[in-house]
């Protein structure tokens, strides 16, 4: 998590291009909450809570929700969010603190803990008695996680965007990924076992898409959009991997909008998208900006773990 917890990492862009979790996600949260007989809404606790958004999506269920992230950029972002009129959380706070500990929560108090997109970082031979200590019985655990986008009816663009990401050339992005933190994302978070003496009724969720079409791939579907280029573009650049790639190459500048410049290794990727996807191109020039509001459909895969408490 090290280029989260940076000052140089930006907060804003991160709230501001990366993908927000639908309704049917949050549903089938509350769903499986609610399916437990001891089932109470009295505090969320939000783990890595970024700039806030799961924090805020869960006010309306629970009496008291608490967001909780190691970055002091984060936090701000997440409180800065939450506060601003006309749309307000009265019963939303954030800590700046590790998952792993949580001393301002009493034992056995909270109703559900969640993480997006964030518990692969978790150490979980500290975490999982730190959770055993808060968590009410019956209370519900959901981690979930997304993998990289993909163009559903663009495969040739979706193969430059994995080898860009993973191949270990140090010009691209392989290299900068940290691990295992990625493996256990790439890996759908097959890595996070609830322990079964203290954790039951444990549910996977998973989704693999495809470059056949909108819903063609295997699973449950949580992750998609239709976004421009120009939005996949700036999404690319929240990527961890390319924070790293830009401290090592600092002097390589992304191109201006006029097109000038020779850019970095996302305007690279995406000069590669569009000569392999004509339909991609816009006028064909690089120059041209009209390429930026072309809209593709995305999907990410992912996956949701889900369990209750024991006594």
């Not at 929700?65 to 190691?70: E, N």
């Not at 009410?136 to 996680?145: E, K, V």
């Not at 997304?146 to 009816?153: R, T």
Request: net charge neutral.
């Amino acid at each position: 998590m090290a280029s989260f917890l940076s000052k140089s990492f930006g907060h804003k862009g991160y709230a501001a291009f990366r993908p927000t979790y639908p309704a049917e996600l949050y549903k089938a949260v509350l769903s499986f909450h609610q399916g437990s007989p001891d089932a109470a809404r009295t505090l969320a606790l939000d783990l890595g809570t970024g700039h806030g958004l799961v924090a805020r999506e869960l006010s309306p269920h629970f009496g008291r929700v608490i967001g909780t992230d190691p970055s002091a950029g984060m936090i701000a972002q997440a409180r800065e969010l939450s506060t601003c009129p006309p749309t307000t959380y009265p019963n939303v706070s954030f800590h700046q603190a590790a998952a792993e500990s949580s001393p301002f929560v009493s034992d056995r108090r909270v109703s559900l803990v969640t993480a997006a997109q964030a518990s692969h970082w978790f150490n979980y031979p500290t975490l999982w008695p730190e959770l055993a200590r808060i968590m009410q019985p019956g209370g519900t655990l959901a981690f979930w996680g997304y993998k990289d986008h993909v163009l559903v009816s663009h495969p040739k663009a979706s193969e430059i965007i994995e080898h860009f990401a993973y191949q270990k050339d140090p010009a691209l992005l392989g290299s900068y990924w940290q691990q295992p933190g990625r493996r256990i994302v790439q890996e759908k978070l097959r890595a996070v076992v609830p322990p079964a003496a203290e954790w039951r009724d444990i549910t996977r969720i998973e989704y693999e898409p495809s470059t056949q079409g909108i819903g063609s791939g295997q699973g449950t579907r949580f992750m998609s959009a239709r976004m421009t280029l120009g939005a996949m573009e700036e999404y690319m650049r929240t990527w961890s991997s390319f924070h790293k790639w830009q401290q090592k190459f600092p002097d390589q500048k992304r191109r201006g909008e006029d097109g000038s410049g020779e850019g970095d290794v996302i305007d690279r990727m995406m000069d590669a998208i569009r000569e392999a996807e004509p339909g991609l191109r816009g006028d064909g020039s690089r120059n041209s900006v009209d390429w930026k509001a072309i809209e593709v459909d995305v999907e990410w895969g992912s996956a949701l773990v889900l369990a209750r408490k024991g006594p």
